[in-house]
């Protein structure tokens, strides 16, 4: 059995995680009072008692949080993005590549990327390292998603009783290209600049697409959207929680719409390639709170742990 404590266990992420924890067999949760879940002499005691600890905490808190703990054997997995892009932290996607288990399973440190980097990173990065897009590619990355995205603060504007009317219809953000999430995507994904991100946040509480356009003259050759797909297929066979739909039509509602809310309450990253010859679309679409945070941190966890994988996962 192993000890663990959550951070922000009271916030979005947090409330999640031990939503997860709950009902994993493997671990016994330490549970701080929400009266005390700021003051630092609790906290610190508890994570220094823990063999993991997540932090589920604004970036600033979060990296406050790391020189609380003072013995060598607590383990951190952080959800923020304080320490994404930081070669001491490994970063939480275990299907990044053939050793990334491995240097998940090996480190002390883990942080879990953000919803809409774990999506786009999924569909950019094994075609970049297969020389199917080029690294100097311009990639554009546009984003939906609802709004638990944004914490417990935006979640009570979006339900509160008197709310703006504005909050009614879908709201793009960060479009100054400074959105934090930019250099993870960069790194993690393979490109040699900064890809453009259009975020839109809208009124249901949560599920993530992204859309990926991809000109096929601007490739490093021509592929057709079925070699594409039988690429990423190839290359996530055997992932649990990652899946390359097998045609244009998978996927899609009876009449052909998008149901962006379609993994919800799993861990599960759903893969699509679209469009024709000319015009590819990659799309990848998963729970902002499951693969796109609370679902995978629990995956890293397991993997840390060396138990099965989806333990406690679906
Ligand atoms: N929501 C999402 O879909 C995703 C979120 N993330 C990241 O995860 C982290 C947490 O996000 P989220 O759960 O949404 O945020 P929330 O705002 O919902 O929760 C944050 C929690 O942290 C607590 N907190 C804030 N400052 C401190 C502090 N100094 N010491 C102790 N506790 C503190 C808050 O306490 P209080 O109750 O007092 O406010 C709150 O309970 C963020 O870095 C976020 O960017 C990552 C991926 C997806
Ligand atoms: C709707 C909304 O605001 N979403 C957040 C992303 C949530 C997330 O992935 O958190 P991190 O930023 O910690 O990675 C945003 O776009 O900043």
């Known amino acids: 059995m192993y000890c663990v404590y959550v951070d922000g266990q009271y916030g979005t992420t947090g409330l999640k995680i031990k939503d997860y924890l709950s009902k994993h067999q493997n671990v016994q949760i330490l549970t701080i009072d929400y009266e005390k879940r700021r003051d630092p002499e609790t906290r610190k005691k508890y994570m220094n008692e823990a063999d993991i600890v997540f932090l589920c905490l604004p970036d600033q808190a979060a990296k406050e949080a790391v020189k609380l703990i003072e013995n060598s054997e607590t383990r951190i997995i952080d959800a ?14 275990p299907e990044l ?3 990334q288990r491995d240097r998940i399973k090996n480190s002390k440190r883990v942080s879990v990327p953000g919803c ?29 998603t609802g709004y ?9 504007k979006y339900e509160s009783g008197n709310r703006d009317r504005h909050l009614d219809i879908p709201r793009h953000y960060a ?8 250099p993870e995507i960069q790194k993690y ?22 859309s990926i356009p991809l000109f096929s003259n601007k490739l490093a050759k021509d592929h057709s959207p079925e070699e594409i797909r039988h690429f990423l297929a190839n290359y996530y066979s055997g992932e649990p929680f990652v899946n390359v739909m097998p045609n244009e039509t998978e996927g899609f509602l009876e009449d052909g719409s998008f149901d962006i809310t379609a993994c919800n309450d799993t861990n599960r990253a759903e893969l699509f ?15 902002n709170l499951g693969k796109g945070a609370s679902g995978a941190a629990i995956q ?3 993997i840390m742990l060396e138990i099965p994988e989806q333990t406690g996962l679906v």
């Open 80 to 93: 923020s993005s304080a320490h994404r892009i930081d070669d001491d932290w490994a970063y939480g996607i």
């Open 97 to 99: 590549g053939p050793t």
């Open 116 to 144: 809409h980097a774990t999506a786009a990173i999924l569909a950019l990065s094994p075609l970049v390292k297969g020389g199917i897009v080029p690294k100097n590619y311009p990639a554009a990355i546009f984003s939906v």
């Open 148 to 156: 638990s995205g944004g914490g417990k603060d935006v979640i009570a």
């Open 175 to 182: 479009l100054s290209q400074n959105h934090k999430h930019l």
């Open 189 to 210: 994904a393979g490109l040699d600049d900064k890809p453009m991100l259009i975020p839109v946040i809208c009124d249901y509480y949560k599920g993530l697409a992204v």
């Open 273 to 287: 390639v679209l469009g024709n010859d000319d015009r590819i679309m990659l799309m990848t679409r998963l729970d």
């Open 300 to 302: 890293c966890m397991n």
